[in-house]
């Protein structure tokens, strides 16, 4: 299989037609009912007092430091592609990342759903086989959800310390046991890349035996095997993917700390890494932005650490406004990927 290495010019786009702006105008509209829909049942003059505190340094240090966190997650991916493809630039990359969480924040689903878009992206604007493509997008995913899971293992850890579950702490941790099992389900496939095995392959092996060959089966054969490439050739590479992942996260801890001290929320570092989980979890559900979820998430948190429900709905509200911004804006992106 020919595999292109070098970067082809992105062609010059031509200046938005009335059916652009048409289409983002429809987004825009979408993403307001959407933001709508997550605040209508909130208790807002309940929490008024909580969020009006906020200063606008504090939340412009907010954004800020999520931005550093998507930088540090296009770096991850970025550094993947640029081991095979070293005239990949960084910048485009973020953008694409920003449409990708977009997409996925308002799938339904575990915050995937965006990775055809990672797909097209590369295979239109630098040049990538569709097989090349998917193989870089395999190893980003592996890598995220390595990373995910190890964070979500060590704050499930920090929610039966700090008693979010009932019952004896070691019949809690008996019983996360099996999802704990699931987790380390990443750092396995890697291994097994790593040692030159194909465990997708070997599923599709046996798919293929019951519903016959398909194109696509083939496609995710030859990507998971160039994504076993690069882990023996590029373990520098490798390494270093995994090492601003592992910033991301600690980005992510410390700026969940950050709201909630902006919040005026008395939490120790156990009780914050609870709170991520139970965020990140809420995500994990299958439910558009995680809606409902997430503020029902925060809720129990804080009334089971003596918090009130208000302080819970002012933070998720603070998350979803982060969320809800950052996702609008990856929408807009995405159209304007979809029209071209």
């Known amino acids: 299989m020919n595999i292109p290495n070098d970067v082809e010019k992105i062609e010059t786009r031509q200046p938005p037609t009335l059916r652009d702006w048409l289409v983002r105008l429809a987004w825009l509209a979408l993403l307001a009912f959407l933001l709508w829909w997550a605040m209508k049942d ?7 007092a909580s969020l ?26 970025w550094i993947i592609i640029r081991a095979e493809n070293a005239r990949v630039p960084l910048l485009p990359m973020i953008w694409y990342r920003v449409a990708v969480f977009g997409l996925s924040y308002f799938t339904p689903g575990p915050q995937v759903g965006g990775e055809p878009l990672q797909v097209l992206y590369l295979q239109k604007n630098f040049g990538l086989t569709y097989a090349r493509a998917i193989s870089a997008v395999i190893m980003d995913k592996l890598l995220e959800f390595l990373t995910n899971f190890l964070f979500l293992g060590i704050g499930l850890y920090a929610a039966i310390r700090v008693g979010l579950f009932s019952g004896n702490e070691m019949q809690a941790a008996v019983g996360l046991v099996p999802l704990i099992a699931l987790m380390m ?80 929320i008395s939490l120790d570092f156990w009780q ?69």
């Open 42 to 48: 909130a208790p807002l003059v309940e929490i008024w």
């Open 272 to 340: 914050v890494l609870a709170g991520l989980t139970t965020m990140q979890l809420a995500f994990l559900l299958p439910l558009p932005a995680g809606l409902g979820a997430l503020e029902a998430s925060q809720v129990f948190l804080m009334q089971q650490l003596g918090f009130s429900a208000a302080v819970g709905i002012s933070l998720s509200l603070l998350v979803r406004a982060r969320d809800v911004f950052n996702g609008g804006i990856g929408l807009l992106i995405a159209s304007g990927a979809f029209n071209r």
């Open 52 to 77: 009006r505190q906020l200063t606008f340094q504090q939340i412009t240090l907010i954004f800020v430091l999520n931005a550093i966190i998507f930088v540090l997650i296009t770096m991850r991916w």
């Open 185 to 264: 389900w990443p750092l396995v496939h890697l291994i097994l890349l790593y040692s030159g095995r194909l465990p997708l392959a070997a599923v599709l092996r046996v798919v293929q035996g019951r519903f016959g060959r398909r194109r696509w089966m083939h496609l995710l054969v030859v990507s998971e095997r160039l994504a076993a490439a690069f882990c023996r050739r590029r373990p520098v590479a490798l390494l270093a993917s995994l090492g601003v992942s592992l910033l991301a996260w600690i980005g992510m801890g410390f700026e969940y700390a950050l709201m909630v001290g902006f919040l005026n």
